[in-house]
């Protein structure tokens, strides 16, 4: 299937191709366009829009993205739900919510600028979010 999402990806436009390719649709096709051509593109190629104003796959009620898809796609893994606390902190602002959050904004920051290709990016930080994945389930195994 094919999703389409903003370009210049940052935070919840790493973390949900991610989780998109790790746990909902292995075989996805990322698309990347300027906001103004989400909706066209989305209908053209017969996409999934995520990450977009007015799309059902964003932000919502204080929940980023990620949020959204874990509760779309009924996701319960508990790792996943640990790291979608880190990726909300870091993604919305609220760095002071989670004790990681502001070194993913950091690593998410340095990541676009070392690579402002956004499918070169992703091919980088994929590596961060299969680490923080790993992390995560160490930590809720130790609870």
């Given amino acids: 299937m094919k999703w389409i999402t903003r370009s210049h990806v940052h935070v919840d436009r790493v973390a949900c ?6 746990f909902v649709d292995s075989e996805a096709e990322i698309i990347f366009v300027p906001k103004s051509q989400i909706n066209a593109t989305a209908e053209r190629e017969g996409a999934i829009p995520f990450d977009a104003p007015g799309v059902e796959l964003g932000h919502q009620d204080g929940l ?3 949020d959204v898809i874990i509760k779309k796609y009924d996701l319960t ?6 790291m979608a606390k880190i990726v909300n902190a870091a993604d919305t602002d609220k760095l002071d919510n989670d004790p990681i959050a502001a070194g993913l904004e950091a690593i ?4 676009s600028l070392r690579f402002p290709n956004d499918k070169e990016n992703l091919e980088y930080q994929f590596e961060v979010y299969d680490a923080l994945y790993a992390w995560c389930r160490l930590e809720v ?3």
């Fill in 141 to 143: 195994r130790c609870e």
């Fill in 17 to 22: 191709p991610w989780l998109i390719k790790r």
């Fill in 108 to 111: 998410a920051v340095g990541y």
């Fill in 77 to 82: 893994d508990k790792a996943l739900l640990r």
């Fill in 64 to 66: 980023c993205t990620f």
